[in-house]
Nanobody
């Protein structure tokens, strides 16, 4: 089983909404620092939102007021709530989790990504 798995992507119309899920397993916890990123065709991967273990968030300017992140620690699942979607939000969305390793630096673990396509 992959330690980080995203789901919830799909095709949505302009102005629509989607909720992406990121399920962590094994010794990975979404309560640690984690984030959502996206990569559009021909572009570099970019930050969508990061959240620290303490709950502090950092959103990309392009999604502020439209996207929000939440976590359900009991389910070890993080969510990306996306509203008022635009065609420029079309991308593969990735979840990044942090694996805490005793005596070693924290390690980033990425999911395989989920495609979001916004039709105009």
């Amino acid at each position: 089983q992959e330690p980080v798995v995203e789901s919830g992507g799909g095709l949505v119309q302009l102005g629509g909404s989607l909720r992406l899920s990121c399920v962590a397993s094994g010794r990975i916890s979404v309560s640690n620092s984690m984030g959502w990123y996206r990569q559009a065709p021909g572009k570099e991967r970019e930050l969508v939102v990061e959240v620290t273990s303490g709950g502090a968030t950092k959103y990309a300017d392009s999604v502020k007021g439209r996207f929000s992140i939440s976590r359900d620690n009991a389910k070890n699942t993080a969510y990306l709530h996306m509203n008022s979607l635009k065609p420029e939000d079309t991308a593969v969305y990735y979840c990044r989790c942090t694996k805490i390793q005793l005596g070693r630096p924290p390690r980033d673990l990425w999911g395989q990504g989920t495609q979001v396509t916004v039709a105009s």
